[in-house]
């Protein structure tokens, strides 16, 4: 609902998937069990890193840190998506699609910066071996976390606060199944360019300089796990970063695909489906990833697991 001779919509309705009624009992059920599947992989990583003094290390730190973004994000907007797809299309005040999108930009920007922190770390531990404890002391870890949050919260809130101040005198309709920006925008009676070109200019050192950070230090983690004459050193090294390189990979795949994709502005289905690889499966396999290819984390795991058993058989006897 709107009011013509006001200058801010009161709610928004999002769409969600159109034209998948006869789907809607297999897509909710899907989202959701993948929804359950997200939260449980990835609490039980800041679980694991939390109890067992094993994983005190920067890497899971930093993991753990990773794995609770993951948590915020999708449920700052898979919640709402299931109710989108139960009403084929359900309603949000514009103040809360504002507060879903600074939620998930700033999440989106800060997972940006920790997956360079956690490049940054495997660079430090396999070509400074000997000085990699003295460099990244816990201070050092602390300061790069809170930085790499408030960065994120501030340029978000810039953004977030160019949006507040534009004119929206209606449509109140968005084709999607959460508040981006690109949507918002276009529900606008506005100018935008402003808004569009800061978006743009704060992208370089939020998105793109963050992945060739992570480039160039990965190219150096090649060249030093190279040189590792054993065997078994060089297997072990190359270990360390596989998980962190395929999580990069997949995060950064998803991410150019859903805002640099040529489609991605022009159809709304595919930017659907494309926002769905972003927000759905990228959250999934991260904890899969680092289960499957960490033995330490597997290791932690099976001790939580063999530890529950044992309490709970003798809590029966």
């Known amino acids: 609902m709107y009011d013509p001779n006001q200058t801010?919509?009161?709610?928004?309705l999002l769409l969600g998937f159109q034209n998948t009624h006869h789907l809607k009992a297999l897509l909710f059920t899907i989202f959701l069990l993948v929804y359950s599947v997200t939260l449980t992989g990835n609490l039980v990583i800041v679980v694991l890193v939390s109890v067992h003094r094993r994983l005190h290390t920067p890497m899971y730190f930093f993991l753990s840190l990773l794995s609770s973004s993951e948590v915020i994000s999708t449920s700052n907007i898979v919640p709402k998506?299931?109710?989108?797809?139960?009403?084929d299309g359900d309603s949000m005040s514009f103040s809360a699609c504002l507060t879903q999108f600074y939620i998930f930009s700033a999440i989106t920007n800060s997972e940006c910066f920790l997956l360079t922190v956690m490049s940054f770390d495997r660079y430090l531990a396999i070509c400074y071996p000997l000085r990699y404890i003295s460099i990244m002391d816990f201070k050092l870890q602390l300061n790069l976390a809170v930085?790499?949050?408030?960065?994120s919260l501030m340029v978000t809130l810039f953004i977030t606060l160019l949006v507040?101040?534009?004119?929206?005198?209606g449509p109140n309709v968005i084709d999607h199944f959460f508040c981006d920006l690109a949507p918002i925008l276009h529900l606008s009676c506005s100018d935008t360019t402003v808004v569009k070109t800061q978006a743009f200019i704060f992208s370089v050192p939020v998105i793109v300089l963050p992945c060739i950070f992570i480039v160039v230090t990965y190219i150096f983690i090649s060249f030093a796990i190279l040189r590792i004459s054993s065997h078994d050193k060089r297997q072990k090294a190359f270990s360390t970063c596989s998980s962190h390189l395929a999580v990069v990979g997949l995060y950064y795949g998803t991410l150019i695909s859903v805002y640099l994709s040529p489609t991605a502005g022009h159809s709304p289905s595919v930017s659907?489906?494309?926002?769905l690889l972003y927000i759905i499966v990228t959250p999934l396999f991260n904890p899969i990833i680092y289960s499957l290819r960490n033995q330490e984390i597997r290791m932690a795991l099976r001790k939580s697991l063999h530890k529950t058993t044992y309490d709970i058989n003798g809590g029966i006897q």
Do not use: H, P, T
């Open 8 to 12: 801010r919509i009161a709610e928004i």
């Open 81 to 87: 998506m299931l109710s989108v797809i139960l009403k």
């Open 147 to 151: 930085w790499s949050w408030i960065i």
């Open 272 to 275: 659907k489906v494309l926002s």
């Open 164 to 169: 507040y101040n534009l004119q929206f005198c």
